[in-house]
Nanobody
Framework: VQLVESGGGLVQPGGSLRLSCAAS????????MRWYRQAPGKERELVAS????????NYADSTKGRFTISRDNTKNTVYLQMNSLKPKDTAVYYC?????????WGQGNQVTVSS
C-alpha cells in the first residue's frame, strides 16, 4: 500500500488549497479513505472521511462547510478541497486508509495559513 500526497503549501487566511492523495497497492474502490491533520504540539485529528464509492462523507465540526472530501475511483485518488482557510488550519495533513486492520499513512503534507 502506498499513499502519496501533494498540494500543500503556504496560503493567506481566507484562501484555498486542494490536497491530493494518489493510492496504489490495494483495491482503492473497496475502501473508505480519510484525511487527518496534526498541528504542532497537538494530537492527530480526523478531518474528513469518505466511503468507498463516495456516497457518504463525514467532517470534523471545525471543517464543516469549508472543507470538501471527494474521490475519483478511476484515478485511485482522494482529494481534500479546503476553502476559507484559517490560521488554526495550519498543520501537517495525512491521508489514511485502513486495510485488513492495518492503518496506512501518506508522507504528510504541510499546510500553513498565514499572512
Amino acid at each position: 500500500v502506498q499513499l502519496v500526497e501533494s498540494g500543500g503549501g503556504l496560503v493567506q487566511p481566507g484562501g484555498s488549497l486542494r490536497l491530493s492523495c494518489a493510492a496504489s497497492g490495494f483495491t482503492f474502490s473497496s475502501y473508505a479513505m480519510r484525511w487527518y491533520r496534526q498541528a504542532p504540539g497537538k494530537e492527530r485529528e480526523l478531518v474528513a472521511s469518505i466511503s468507498n464509492r463516495g456516497g457518504s462523507t463525514n467532517y470534523a465540526d471545525s471543517t464543516k462547510g469549508r472543507f470538501t472530501i471527494s474521490r475519483d475511483n478511476t484515478k485511485n485518488t482522494v482529494y481534500l478541497q479546503m476553502n476559507s482557510l484559517k490560521p488554526k488550519d495550519t498543520a501537517v495533513y495525512y491521508c489514511n486508509v485502513l486495510v485488513l486492520s492495518h492503518d496506512y499513512w501518506g508522507q504528510g503534507n504541510q499546510v500553513t495559513v498565514s499572512s
